[in-house]
Nanobody, 124 residues
Framework: QVQLVESGGGLVQAGASLRLSCAAT????????MGWFRQRPGKEREFVAR????????VYVDSVKGRFTISRDNAKNTVYLQMNSLKPEDTAVYYC?????????????????WGQGTQVTVSS
């Protein structure tokens, strides 16, 4: 129903910024809650940020509050994750995800569609 493709990852030094993009190819992008998740080496996939269908509300995991910003442009079928003041602990594969309807959740299992992931590596 929807295909998600992340881009924008890379290798940066601590304190640097990156902006991840997630392009959706479905026809109903604006009907999905969108989220960003990450999987650090040796760890389970975890919630990072989510945004409502309209873009009017956002939620972040405590560890990224004040540093990361999720946004979306429904006209472009794209969701973004602006990452500032990156830390080595942010090193992970970052995944874009979508869930249909009014679902408002931080749980991996509540998201229906996933991108392939993009690697973010932050050196000290």
């Amino acid at each position: 129903q929807v295909q998600l493709v992340e881009s924008g990852g890379g290798l940066v030094q601590a304190g640097a910024s990156l902006r991840l993009s997630c392009a959706a190819t479905g026809r109903t992008f604006s009907s999905y809650t969108m989220g960003w998740f990450r999987q650090r080496p040796g760890k389970e996939r975890e919630f990072v940020a989510r945004i409502t269908r309209s873009g009017g509300a956002t939620v972040y995991v405590d560890s990224v509050k004040g540093r990361f910003t999720i946004s979306r442009d429904n006209a472009k079928n794209t969701v973004y994750l602006q990452m500032n003041s990156l830390k080595p602990e942010d090193t992970a594969v970052y995944y874009c995800a979508a869930t249909s309807g009014s679902t408002w959740s931080s749980r991996v299992g509540d998201y229906d569609y996933w991108g392939q992931g993009t690697q973010v590596t932050v050196s000290s």
